[in-house]
């Protein structure tokens, strides 16, 4: 899959898209961003789990779980665009109404990876079996055309970002 190109994202998302190396292939990248995650997030230690770098922001387990859900709604995208439903109409996600109704304390993070494997060997076997020609099409997000290669690029840049998020304000 070819790193997507302006014009079949909202200019606000270049700034995942930009994370991706170009000259990788998309299942390898897929394939290195899981192991990222899987990695940092396993070797962090249990009594940082719940930790908050301040007042009012997310737990470690708090942005493992928002990475999660915003996976769902991307591969959900995807799905749609994939599958050549460019008329239904698909909404933003408020990622804060999200964090407000889920609770990560009482939840391990072996749980939490377990789910995000799960989410992401479904999102693999999605993005990796688009004909090529079928990830330049699109889906109606909020009235803004969003490509599948646009959203399997968004989905692992998204990830990149909280990665180095983790990195600099938590650990």
């Given at each position: ?12 998302y ?113 993005l990796?079996?688009?004909?090529e ?30 990665l ?8």
């Open positions: 899959m070819k790193q997507p190109q302006p014009g079949e994202y909202l200019p606000y270049q700034k995942y898209i930009d994370m991706q190396p170009a000259d990788v292939p998309y299942a390898e990248l897929l394939n290195r961003n899981t192991d990222e995650v899987l990695s940092l997030f396993g070797q962090i230690p249990e009594e940082r789990h719940n930790y908050r770098y301040a007042p009012g922001k997310w737990t470690i387990k708090d942005v493992l779980m928002h990475v999660i859900d915003t996976e769902r709604a991307m591969s959900f995208r995807a799905l749609v665009a994939a599958r050549g439903d460019s008329d239904m109409q698909l909404y933003t996600l408020d990622e804060d109404r999200y964090a407000e109704n889920v609770d990560t304390t009482a939840r391990s993070m072996d749980s939490l990876l377990e789910e995000f494997a799960a989410v992401r060997k479904a999102t693999a076997l999605l990796n079996n688009v004909p020609p079928q990830t330049l099409w699109s889906c109606n997000v909020a009235g803004n055309k969003v490509t599948v290669r646009a959203l399997a690029y968004i989905i692992t840049g998204h990830v990149a970002h909280h180095n998020v983790i990195r600099e304000r938590y650990l």
